[in-house]
């Protein structure tokens, strides 16, 4: 009964040979020329449904290989705004009179073309179309105060603690 099945396949394999094999993540991400955000809601069970997560991203331009100086930089800011109760977005979101998360972190996605992340956590769900308009005036406030604002002690405290770490 063995040999009937695979010459019933084998013969079908003549008729229809298979797809030649692609390795599965070689092709390259379609650039996106974007002109405006991309905005996805996606709605999953949980055990709280009066709370929700917020994750807003942003795809590097280059490869993970290219800009390795570049992408620490990168990684340095994120802890800047995410990593201590005085960071300027967990000011903003969880320890301002109106808090809008429990939480605020950030990961920068390592692979082929890398991403920056910063993530809200229980996030009322009444109040999820918040994050992102107060995500932006809170960076455009950094940016306008100018370097003079940056805390560089907390600076760094990060870099010295990267190169203990590392």
């Not at 100086?69 to 340095?76: G, H, I, Q, R, T």
């Not at 073309?113 to 960076?139: C, G, K, T, Y």
């Not at 002690?153 to 770490?165: A, C, Q, S």
Request: glycine fraction near 2%; hydrophobic fraction near 35%.
């Amino acid at each position: 009964t063995l040999k009937t099945t695979e010459e019933k396949v084998l013969s079908k394999r003549e008729v229809l040979p298979p797809d030649d094999y692609q390795r599965p993540w070689q092709t390259p991400l379609e650039k996106t020329h974007l002109d405006k955000d991309l905005i996805f809601e996606i709605e999953y069970p949980s055990d709280d449904e009066t709370t929700g997560n917020v994750a807003v991203a942003w795809r590097l331009p280059e490869k993970i290989s290219e800009n390795i100086e570049m992408l620490e930089a990168y990684e340095l800011i994120m802890k800047y705004l995410t990593n201590t109760q005085v960071s300027p977005l967990e000011v903003a979101f969880v320890e301002a009179r109106d808090p809008l998360a429990t939480s605020v972190s950030s990961d920068t996605l390592e692979i082929k073309e890398p991403a920056l992340l910063i993530e809200f956590e229980n996030v009322p769900i009444e109040r999820i179309d918040e994050i992102i308009p107060r995500l932006d005036s809170v960076l455009k406030k950094i940016v306008s105060d100018g370097p003079e604002k940056f805390d560089l002690e907390r600076i760094t405290n990060f870099i010295d603690r990267e190169v203990i770490n590392n």
